[in-house]
């Protein structure tokens, strides 16, 4: 496959409500869309970083610099028989995992639509739906968080993640558990927490949650162990597992009973792919996260879900919960019956950009050849 011109866009899509969290409130998403052109198709990704360096310590501009200056320069004009061979071309860079992740993103859709089959199949999935949950901000009050999370249910969304931070936590996850006894209910706190909030991660044991997401340090991963020896409840890494080395850490020291997967964070679908298989050889359950992404990226997100071993709901919610408007056609939807998204059929990731749409939240566009 020839790579023949690659494109640029800054984006910025308003979302339907502000998402908080322990690391901030955001209003908008702002990510950056890949799209590579190659003998007559084109591939997208979409980078899933942020403006300021919180979740991650990438940024808009320092993926755009990595992009434009590096990542498109060694893949321009040169043509590449498969996936890994444009993969090598800029494995020698050290982190911007975000930025590289968008354009192995771009890379797979246009290698599987040259192919003429589903992303989910060039990726190695075997689903046709994959289950799905949706993950709540914090609310202005705990009753408010329980009505957020009646409508979801309404919805048909089976697993419900809610996200605590300090002086946000028990209380909510208590409201929550006396509203709804019975679903399957997960807490995400972003690495807000220190070990000397044992007492209170302790208590959460109590509250028949799935797992605990990313209690503690975004890079730690020696105190999770410390602290998952003290409770009932399965620890989830998310910040803390870049690749699969620090899952094999992970893992050894026992720090984590699940892990949550996301491309953007492991540098790309390859070492996603690595990830989940090495967890399940461990008999390790995973999950796919999210970045509120937009359409494009989730085509991507539920072609790699689709693999065996991303058995617990995933953070891959309808594109209505995040978005007036998506910029692919047709917006992604959940099989309200069962709590999962079916696995688009047709080639790559499966849905046409809407372009009149995506012209619309451009905010800077660029474009590359050789
Ligand atoms: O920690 O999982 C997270 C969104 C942005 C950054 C980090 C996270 C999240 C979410 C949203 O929880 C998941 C989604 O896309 O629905
Ligand atoms: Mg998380």
């Known amino acids: 496959m020839k790579i023949e011109n690659i494109e640029l866009r800054h984006t910025k899509m308003e979302l339907v409500s502000p998402f908080e969290t322990s690391l901030g409130v955001e ?22 970083v942020e403006p300021s360096p919180s979740y991650s310590s990438e940024t808009l501009t320092t993926a755009w610099h990595v992009l434009s200056d590096f990542i498109i320069p060694s893949l321009l004009g040169k ?48 689903r046709k739906r994959v289950p799905v949950g949706v993950s709540v901000g914090l609310q202005a009050s705990p009753e408010k968080l329980v009505d957020v999370i009646g409508a979801y249910l309404d919805d048909g969304y089976k697993r419900i993640k ?15 558990r006396k509203a709804y006894p ?43 162990s410390i602290l998952q020896k003290q409770l009932k409840t399965a620890i989830c890494l998310d910040e803390s597992i870049r690749n699969l080395s620090d899952t094999k850490v992970a893992l050894a020291l026992g720090s984590c009973k699940n892990i949550n997967i996301k491309p953007g964070r492991t540098g790309g679908y390859t070492e996603a792919i690595k990830i989940h298989d090495y967890c399940a050889s461990m008999g390790i359950p995973v999950w796919h996260g999210g970045m509120d992404e937009s359409g494009i990226a989730r085509g991507g997100n539920v072609a790699l879900a689709s693999l065996p071993n991303f058995s617990l709901h995933g953070d891959i919610s309808a594109s209505k919960r995040y978005y007036k408007k998506d910029i692919v056609i047709p917006e992604f939807s959940i099989n309200k019956e069962d709590s999962t998204m079916s696995v688009p059929d047709k080639p790559g990731i499966g849905v046409d950009i809407d372009f009149k749409e995506l012209e619309k939240v451009t905010v800077k566009k660029a474009s590359f050849s050789p």
């Open 27 to 48: 209003l908008y998403e702002e990510h950056i869309m890949v799209r590579i052109d190659s003998e007559g198709l084109s591939g997208w990704g979409e980078v899933v």
């Open 79 to 126: 043509n590449f028989p498969g996936l890994q061979s444009a993969l090598n071309q800029f494995a020698w860079i050290r982190g911007h995992r975000m930025a590289r992740a968008g354009v192995e993103a771009a890379l797979a859709d246009a290698f599987a639509k040259s192919k003429g089959i589903p992303l989910s199949q060039f990726l190695g999935g075997t």
């Open 162 to 176: 809610i996200k605590i931070a300090p002086g946000r936590d028990i209380t909510l996850v208590q409201a929550v």
């Open 182 to 224: 019975h679903i399957i209910l997960q807490v995400d706190a972003n690495s807000a927490f220190t070990l000397e909030d044992a007492p209170m991660l302790k208590e959460l044991d109590n509250y028949n949650l799935q797992l605990i997401e990313q209690p503690l340090g975004y890079d730690d991963i020696f105190e999770h």
